[in-house]
Every structure is written in C-alpha cells, then in structure tokens.
C-alpha cells in the first residue's frame, strides 16, 4: 500500500494506493487552518486498520505550516510501519 498525503494548501489531503498505484480511498477537505488536528484521524479513517509500505507527502510549494504538519506526520508514520517515505512536489 501506498499513502499520499498533501497539507500544502488549504485542503488536507490523503490518498491511499495499491502496490499497482490504483487508488483505493481516499480523503480531501477544504479546511484552510488546522491541519495539524485533522490529518492524522484523517489517515486512521483512510487507512481502515490497513498499513502502508510506503508513504509520499507533498514538500511544496505552499504553506510553510502546512507543509511541516504533513511532513512530520509521514516521518512518524515511516518510523513506526518501517515505510519507505518519500517528498513530492
């Protein structure tokens, strides 16, 4: 499984992917402010009890907030599952 997620604008983001790269599920929600609140029970509803084996998050450009909440929550989720993580723009 692959999770993508993007918090670089105003819409938290988050896809998730077969080894293929068919998409699975996936989650968009124009929020503006408070990504940092609504991306990880985001992923958890994605992601159903499933786990990824890689993860690719959105580094820009945009919001520099932004970018820094999704890119936290992918370097923590790559340490916990052992996931490759990889940027994308």
Same mark, same amino acid.
Request: aromatic share 4%; charged share 20%; glycine share 14%.
């Given at each position: 499984?692959?999770?993508?997620?993007? &918090?670089?604008?105003?819409?938290? !983001?988050?896809? @998730?992917?077969?080894?293929?790269?068919? +998409?699975?599920?996936? /989650?968009?929600? &124009?929020?503006?402010?408070?990504? !940092?609140?609504? @991306?990880?029970?985001?992923?958890?509803? +994605?992601?159903?009890? /499933?786990?990824? &084996?890689?993860?690719?998050?959105?580094?820009?450009?945009?919001?520099?907030?932004?970018?820094?909440?999704?890119?936290?929550?992918?370097?923590?989720?790559?340490?916990?599952?052992?996931?490759?993580?990889?940027?994308?723009?």
């Amino acid at each position: 499984m692959i999770l993508a997620i993007d &918090t670089s604008t105003a819409a938290c !983001s988050a896809a @998730l992917f077969d080894s293929a790269g068919v +998409l699975v599920a996936h /989650r968009d929600e &124009t929020i503006g402010r408070g990504h !940092s609140e609504r @991306l990880v029970p985001m992923i958890d509803e +994605l992601l159903d009890g /499933r786990t990824a &084996t890689r993860i690719l998050v959105g580094v820009g450009p945009g919001s520099f907030t932004g970018i820094r909440v999704g890119i936290a929550a992918a370097q923590g989720l790559a340490i916990g599952w052992g996931a490759e993580l990889r940027g994308m723009s």
